[in-house]
């Protein structure tokens, strides 16, 4: 599975982003996906995630902001990112997860390269 991040950049705080994934290697369909970020200086931190149902998942910390959604027509995951704060600044990682049959994310197994978000205040 390959996993290429896209649509980092530099955005004042308050503003929006929005960064996409394209999968490869399997149909996206059947994968369950999620996002991770790390800051400079701070641990990776888990901030989305979808099942390959379209359930979805957020950290606390980003909860009623992000969004994160796809398209198995186009292979692609997307996280929305609104009312960005500095605090968001990190790089963003596209990963594809590992579910148990009753989908619950358990692991991650494939990472992206990660695209970089900077939010200035």
């Known amino acids: 599975v390959q996993l290429q991040a896209s649509g980092g950049g530099l955005v004042q705080a308050g503003g929006s982003l929005n960064v996409s994934c394209v999968v490869s290697?399997?149909?996206?369909?059947?994968?369950?996906m999620g996002w991770f970020r790390q800051a400079p200086g701070k641990q990776r931190e888990l901030v989305a995630s979808?099942?390959?149902?379209?359930?979805?998942n957020y950290a606390d910390s980003v909860k009623g902001r992000f969004t994160t959604s796809r398209d198995n027509v186009k292979k692609t995951v997307y996280l929305q990112m609104n009312s960005l704060e500095s605090e968001d600044t990190a790089v963003y990682y596209c990963?594809?997860?590992?579910?148990?049959?009753?989908?619950?994310?358990?692991?991650?197994?494939?990472w992206g390269e990660g695209t970089l978000v900077t939010v200035s205040s």
């Open positions: 990963v594809k997860g590992v579910w148990t049959r009753s989908r619950a994310l358990v692991g991650m197994d494939y």
């Open positions: 290697g399997l149909p996206l369909r059947i994968l369950g």
């Open positions: 979808i099942s390959d149902d379209e359930n979805t």
